[in-house]
């Protein structure tokens, strides 16, 4: 069957959260790109970076802090990425993400006029370690952190559908790129790889969909763009690839060589089976935001070598 999408083309008036921060600034450049109004609420602004930006500079944790100039904007959309402290996942931290959502949506609702609310999902929500993941699929919680998600997304949908708001719940699958936190997978593979050292992967055959930042933010770009019915959307790349891969890219990227990429290898044997190995089924994204990802991986790890060379 085929799909036809609405497009609106028009400027929105978007509160986006988490802007300053790793996936935020990939996003802030296309949705400027696009000619949108952003009010974005963060801990640390980018006045110089964004002067075409609203910046508040605020503490989700305090509402007193955001809520006049959030009623003096009024969103049309919001987007809320903030989740502090990652990759901290203590029930503490979790409860206190859980509460700043909440007070923060509570705000927003109360406005009356957005029409739209785009939250940055987690395909830890599905609970899942082997094979394709559905965006049909609920998942469970498998620790505090995807307890308190799916706590935000049952809340979400309850409110949103009784007041006719669309909801996009964007379940993002295992994203790099630059600016990543330098203890991410990929940065800390390339800071070993460029000491001639063997980079320490205890699970190296363990294969995860991982997908490129900017392409992550085009999904929220097309979901503002497009109409759609609210649900569950993934953005990762369709497939699944060895943590070794990315090694051996990196260091030929680097190098030219494969040497401590073998090596590497010998060490580990390949199991009958990995303990991970899943990837994202992206069907609804596809065909209601019209999204697929763009960025193959080479060209992806490429992209965030030269930026951290540049950094």
Request: proline fraction near 5%; include cysteine.
């Amino acid at each position: 069957m085929q799909h036809f999408l609405t497009i609106d083309r028009t400027s929105v008036r978007i509160l986006l959260t988490g802007a300053s921060g790793f996936l935020g600034r990939a996003l802030l450049h296309q949705l400027l790109k696009e000619n949108h109004q952003i009010l974005a609420i963060a801990r640390n602004p980018l006045l110089v970076e964004y002067p075409s930006v609203y910046w508040k500079s605020a503490d989700l944790n305090q509402p007193s802090t955001y809520q006049a100039q959030l009623s003096e904007f009024s969103p049309e959309a919001l987007i809320h990425l903030a989740w502090q402290d990652i990759p901290n996942f203590s029930l503490s931290t979790s409860l206190l993400n859980l509460q700043h959502s909440l007070s923060l949506f509570r705000t927003v609702l109360e406005l009356g006029n957005c029409q739209k609310i785009l939250v940055a999902g987690s395909c830890w929500e599905l609970n899942k370690q082997q094979g394709e993941c559905l965006e049909s699929e609920a998942g469970s919680p498998r620790d505090h952190f995807t307890w308190a998600k799916h706590s935000l997304h049952s809340w979400l949908d309850m409110e949103t559908s009784q007041r006719g708001i669309s909801l996009g719940w964007l379940r993002i699958f295992y994203v790099y790129g630059p600016r990543q936190r330098s203890a991410s997978l990929l940065p800390t593979i390339f800071k070993e790889l460029q000491e001639r050292r063997l980079p320490q992967l205890k699970t190296p055959h363990n294969a995860n969909d991982f997908v490129f930042v900017e392409d992550v933010g085009k999904g929220f770009v097309q979901a503002i763009e497009h109409k759609f019915q609210s649900g569950v959307f993934h953005l990762g790349s369709g497939h699944s690839t060895p943590v070794w891969q990315l090694c051996q890219a990196a260091e030929e990227l680097i190098w030219g060589t494969t040497v401590l990429t073998e090596e590497l290898m010998e060490k580990h044997p390949k199991p009958t089976q990995a303990e991970v190995e899943f990837w994202a089924n992206c069907e609804r994204s596809q065909q209601f935001l019209g999204w697929s990802p763009l960025t193959s991986l080479e060209t992806g790890i490429q992209k965030t070598w030269e930026w951290m060379q540049a950094a």
